[in-house]
């Protein structure tokens, strides 16, 4: 018998999870913009979800669904206050399969 655990990518792995969106309600937002700073730059490849990437206007933004709950992106901004992060009300956010 092979474990397929082993082999599996985690892009797999991570669409195995179940994400429930609280509409309205973002548990991680952009409060503020220092034109896009080092900070929000990095986010676009810190982030393991993907769920920052540049609008139409090249800002960055950011789209929660998917949101690992990792807290990357909250390191990253920690000194310079650029995002605001909580966690999901109860009931929301990631579900994860494998633990």
């Not at 986010?43 to 960055?60: M, N, T, V, W």
């Not at 990357?72 to 956010?93: D, F, L, N």
Request: glycine share 10%.
């Amino acid at each position: 018998m092979t474990d397929t655990t082993a082999t599996t990518r985690i892009e797999e792995r991570l669409y195995q999870n179940r994400y429930r969106v609280d509409e309205g309600r973002p548990h991680v937002r952009i409060k503020r913009r220092i034109h896009d700073s080092d900070a929000l730059i990095s986010l676009l490849s810190i982030c393991p979800a993907g769920c920052y990437s540049r609008d139409e206007k090249g800002r960055i933004e950011v789209a929660t669904d998917g949101c690992m709950e990792c807290g990357s992106c909250r390191i990253v901004c920690a000194k310079t206050g650029e995002i605001e992060w909580s966690y999901p009300r109860g009931g929301y956010g990631v579900l994860f399969k494998f633990g």
